[in-house]
């Protein structure tokens, strides 16, 4: 294992950062791909066994180059805001769509024993019954989710084409440290935390009652890790199968920061989901793997990182 490489698209972001050191923690020797447009530089650690390289999945010879010598690849590289994808459609499903198929055409050229890719819990769009299984119908309600299943669509077809062998993870909301708050388009936890550390009342949208399957990053680390030397293909939830809503969230994050704010209410964003929490028995049958984190311990974690 010491010797296989694995190429980490999007390795210097949220997601991508925490898996490139638990991959390092691991024994494997990694290359990040990045465009540095979100990700950072100095969320990566030092390590021997690290190379970057800056570039990007929409530049196709820049993937080929980074994907030589790779036994695996963790495409994590992606424009990752709903709202963005409803402005900007197009940029959006170029970023999305098309730097995923370079993705996939480099990883089949180069022979990669695994192509483990991001989806999104948002294919699902409103759920009719919960916890969402992978075998619901698919519905996205955004051009974000749309592209994730479209890149779905893509690693069947690659796999029937080709032969290439992956697995597309549909996350649920991911938190933790090294989310950027100060993004319009932040996950709620990584604002609520934000504006209580700043002591600024946070804003809730709608009544506080909608509920969320929060997932904390490093679990999310640990189930791309485990799904790169999964012999399962397909899809896949990564999801505590819990649920909780806003303003219980909210109590929480008063107690781990002992600020308490209240919270000022707007109307609900249009493209909302009531609720969500995701199936976890595909996951813990596939992937071998369950959270290790709760709620709690993760907003714990964040605050001790902050
Ligand atoms: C998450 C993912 C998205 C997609 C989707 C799938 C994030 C950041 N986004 O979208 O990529 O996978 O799930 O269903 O993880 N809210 C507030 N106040 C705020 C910010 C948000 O009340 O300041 C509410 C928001 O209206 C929503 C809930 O919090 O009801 C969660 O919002 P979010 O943006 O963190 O994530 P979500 O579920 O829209």
Redesign the pocket.
Known sequence: KASKRVLVTGGAGFIGSHSVEQLLASGYNVCVLDNLSTGKLTNLPHHDGLTFIKGDVCDLQAVKDAMQGASYCLHLAAQ????RSVEDPSSSAQQNILGCINVMQAAHEAGVNKLVYAS???V?GNPRHLPIAETSTVCPLSP??LE?WVDEQYAALFHTLYGLPSLGLR?????GPR?DPKSP????????FD?LIRKTS?????D?R?T?DFIFVKDVARANIAALTSSHQGVCNVATGNRVD?LALLSLLHGVTGNYLPAVH?P??D???RD?QGDTQRSRAWLDIQPQWTLNEGLKALYTAT
């Open positions: 990752v805001s709903v709202v999104s819990a948002a699902y974000y989710g994730k996350y649920f909301n991911v938190f989310q388009y932040a996950g709620v936890i990584s604002k609520f504006c946070p804003t809730v949208f709608g506080g909608q969320r806003l707007l609900s964003r493209e909302d989901i969500s």
